[in-house]
């Protein structure tokens, strides 16, 4: 997609509360990356679908994806996890001032390394990875078992600014960034338990469903 292309589709999105709006200005102010408008329009419209009860969201940040995702399905109860002690503390005053804290519950921590307490909570209809991308097989082969047949893992930034599909494009440190994904891409729709799709919406997001 071209940047004429999305800045059209940008256009033509729903206008936005201002809850939404405030916390796209705090991301963009504190360069706290959270998922492109378009990516973030598509997961709601694939959460109104599908209506998951459970969402296991690796990759918390500032509490704004797991705020938008509970706008697209309401009765939804939210696992998030964030390492970062600043955004997990955002996140909380994010989620308490939309009072969302009954139904998004956040982990402080890495999702490396808390394992046994998001496993203690069950399992999740759906999963959304958003956080090191170099870790993405790793979060995807720990959790995935915690999803039923028929339920979505769903991953962010599969074409990472465009250094996945163009290796030729040369960056200190989105280079080494844009192999890991594109390993992990080839990976993904190898995997013999999920079909896997990717769309080329917003940063790249693929769309991986337990057969």
Do not use: C
């Not at 938008?68 to 996890?81: D, F, G, K, S, W």
């Not at 390394?113 to 082969?141: H, L, N, P, T, V």
């Not at 930034?157 to 030729?168: H, M, P």
Request: charged letters at 25%.
């Amino acid at each position: 997609m071209d940047v004429q292309e999305q800045n059209y589709l940008t256009k033509l999105l729903p206008p936005q509360e201002d809850w939404v709006t405030d916390l796209e200005r705090q991301a963009k102010e504190e360069r706290v990356p959270i998922m492109d408008p378009l990516g973030m329009n598509y997961l709601m419209q694939l959460i109104k679908m599908t209506k998951p009860k459970t969402i296991l969201e690796i990759g918390t940040a500032i509490g704004y994806s797991a705020l938008r995702m509970l706008e697209a399905h309401p009765n939804a109860q939210i696992v998030t996890i964030e390492r970062d002690e600043r955004r997990y503390n955002q996140a909380l005053e994010n989620i308490q001032r939309q009072s969302k804290q009954n139904h998004i519950h956040v982990i402080y921590g890495d999702a490396l390394e808390k394992s046994q307490e998001i496993k203690d909570r069950g399992s999740f209809d759906m999963m959304f990875i958003d956080a090191a991308k170099g870790q993405y097989q790793r979060f995807f082969e720990l959790y995935s078992q915690l999803v039923p047949r028929g339920g979505i893992i769903v991953s962010d930034n599969v074409l990472f600014k465009g250094y996945v599909a163009d290796s030729s494009k040369d960056h200190p440190r989105h280079s080494k960034i844009g192999q890991k994904v594109r390993n992990y891409n080839e990976w993904l729709v190898r995997h013999p338990e999920f079909s896997t799709t990717i769309v080329p919406i917003g940063d790249g997001v693929a769309i991986s469903i337990k057969k």
